[in-house]
């Protein structure tokens, strides 16, 4: 069974960098036939997706345009997880952040994390 | 980006009744198409997938039609636990992109 542990801080200062981690267990950061994605929700936005890191022989990178100049999404091989930061925030980043693992077999986000409210607050 | 639109954003209804959400993609979308419940302070659940297979695990009276633009998300009849938001979300392109939701109320 596929387990998401997030974890990171819930408030973020206006023009501070968001980061949050994700530990994967059950399964590998570095699996042939899964992709590790973001995804945020908000009242103004909905269900957003941000991006994903995956790897097929190498790693690969796929950003959302709305954040694409401010998104980063790392892998850790070592400690079997990956990480997003998000740069230069906004209130408008205020928003409950996910990870999710998405199944290249079946082409669906089969696992979530547990969800992290972060908040963009002076 | 490929728009889904559901209706109806919010739907009234008691335990017993069959109900019916439509999912609407802004292009052919072929059969990559998942519906996800979302219970309050909960992460989304995966329901269906590929349009019409079942998820392990998820009760029989959900079920999942449609391809191309057009699919339906059908409870065939409603259960005390199955209040709760629905969202479809196309797997077809990326940026991968869901429905704004169907607000399922009891009556």
Redesign the interface.
């Known amino acids: 069974q596929v387990q998401l542990q997030q974890s990171g801080p819930g408030l973020v200062k206006p023009s501070q960098t968001l980061s949050l981690t994700c530990a994967i267990s059950g399964d590998s950061v570095s699996s042939n036939s899964a992709a590790w994605n973001w995804i945020r929700q908000s009242p103004s936005r909905g269900l957003e997706w941000l991006g994903r890191t995956y790897y097929r022989s190498k790693w690969y990178y796929d950003y959302a345009v709305s954040v694409k100049s401010r998104i980063t999404i790392n892998p850790d091989t070592s400690k079997n997880q990956f990480s997003l930061q998000l740069n230069s925030v906004t209130p408008e980043d205020t928003a409950v952040y996910y990870c999710t693992r998405f199944s290249e077999v079946a082409a669906n986000f089969d696992y979530w994390g547990q969800g992290t409210l972060v908040s963009v607050s002076s | 980006d490929i728009q889904m639109t559901q209706s109806p954003s919010s739907l009234s209804a008691s335990v017993g009744d069959r109900v019916t959400i439509t999912c609407r993609a802004s292009q052919s979308i072929t059969s990559?198409l998942?519906w996800?419940q979302q219970k309050p302070g909960?992460?989304?659940?995966?329901l269906i997938?590929?349009a019409s297979?079942l998820?392990s695990g998820v009760p029989s009276r959900f079920s999942g039609s449609g391809s191309g633009t057009d699919f339906t998300l059908t409870i065939s009849s409603l259960q005390a636990e199955d209040f709760a938001t629905y969202?479809c979300?196309q797997?077809y392109s990326?940026?991968?992109?869901?429905g704004?939701?169907t607000n399922l109320e009891i009556k």
């Not at chain 2, 909960?42 to 995966?46: D, I, V």
């Open positions: 990559y998942n996800y909960q992460a989304p659940k995966l997938y590929a297979s998820q969202y979300q797997s990326t940026p991968q992109t869901f704004q939701g």
